[in-house]
């Protein structure tokens, strides 16, 4: 029956399955390709809190010592520290796993993360309000950056506006919040969260520096990261490392601050090219802010990416209280409904479709034909799981 209710929402298009991660530890070359030898003698994360909105985050042997507190919002189990799919577990270890007993090696090995469990059962979720809780349990949490590793594909108004005021929440209590932008490499508007506005969308691409054929693009794509074998979840939790390398180096800086760096350090920002709809600002280069000492942070209070959205959340009022756990009513700012132009699409402008560079990744970037023909809706996890990339060294 679970399995029947799955196929006929994916069929409508209203449920999406979360953005797959199957990744073995011979199988992280973006380690040494954005050079994480040189990141950690200046940055491991220590000090950050990722929160983890997932399956649940198991206590492996690279997690010991990693794991806060936290909570699960399914009604199934209680146990935010339990994971039936595995998916949240895997992107926890990404993130801040050890190593330890050959485990996953995450890119912020020394940050904490905070599991925030919305599903149990295996391969997808069945409800969004467990979602919006845990966005808004993270955004008054001491995490700093939260990252969605899962989506849908369709919402309806009421969901649309309780999605979008928790996010709106996140931000306006200084969160930086990455999401996967999904892995059915269709040009979408309507993949939630992740084309919302204030929400970090991360496109995937391989070792080559190319974007993944499976990777979503459209205007509200803002940034991509190394996404090859584990899809755009795997791409969104290397941004939420990147970022927590970052401010743990910079522990004073703010969220605009950490995004602008971010932004501005990808090979396409400097080059000086217009954001890309399969790439957005570039690929993710913790190196060049860390090691390379590039990056202007620039003033504190103003968005790189969401300005006039940001200016929106200024003239509403203070985050709404929930279960008694804030003070304070959110009316939030304005927003499209489902299927309409986003305020993130606005803000940044799609760049020619096919244009590319035959440089090496990481700095100059190529945009794979085949991300300009027509893909399958759904790229299943047998065929992705097939994937296995070679391990260069750069």
Known sequence: MVGL?????????????????????????????????????????????????????????????RLVPGKSFTSEDPDPHEDVDGHGTEI??????SGAGNTLRGLAPETKILPLRTHVEEGFF???????????????????????????????????????????EANKRGKLVFASAGNQGLKTKTHYPASLPGVVAVGAVDETGTVADFSNHGP??????????????????????????????????????????????????QRGEEPSMYLGHGIVRPAQVLVDGDGDPGPADVSPIFSKYY????????????????????????????????????????????????????????IGAAVLVAVAAVVTAIAFRRRTPAQPRY
């Open 5 to 65: 209710l799955t196929a006929t929402l994916m069929s409508v298009g209203l449920l999406t399955p979360p953005a797959l991660a199957d990744v073995r530890p011979d199988q992280q070359w973006y380690l040494d390709a954005m050079n994480s030898s040189g990141l950690w003698e200046v940055s491991k994360g220590k000090g950050v809190t990722v929160a983890v909105i997932d399956s649940g985050v198991k206590p492996t042997p690279g997690l010991t010592g």
């Open 92 to 97: 926890a270890a990404l993130i801040a796993g």
């Open 126 to 168: 069945s409800s969004h309000e467990p979602i919006i809780k845990a966005i808004r349990y993270a955004a008054r949490s001491d995490a700093k950056i939260i990252n969605i590793s899962q989506g849908v594909s369709g919402v309806d108004d009421e969901t649309y506006t309780a999605l979008q005021d928790a996010i709106d």
């Open 220 to 269: 509200y794509l803002t940034l991509s990261a190394p996404g090859v074998p584990g899809g755009t979840s795997q791409a969104s939790a290397i941004a939420s490392a990147s970022a927590a390398l970052i401010w743990a180096k910079h522990p004073d800086w703010t969220n605009h601050q950490v995004l602008r760096v971010m932004v501005e350090t990808t090979g396409m920002s």
């Open 311 to 366: 200016a929106s959340l200024e003239a509403s009022k203070s985050p709404s209280p929930e279960d008694g756990e804030a003070d304070g009513k959110n009316e939030g700012p304005p927003t499209a409904k489902p299927g309409k132009e986003q305020e993130q699409g606005d803000e940044q402008v799609a760049a020619q479709e096919g244009t590319g560079d035959s440089g090496p990744p990481w700095t100059a970037i190529g």
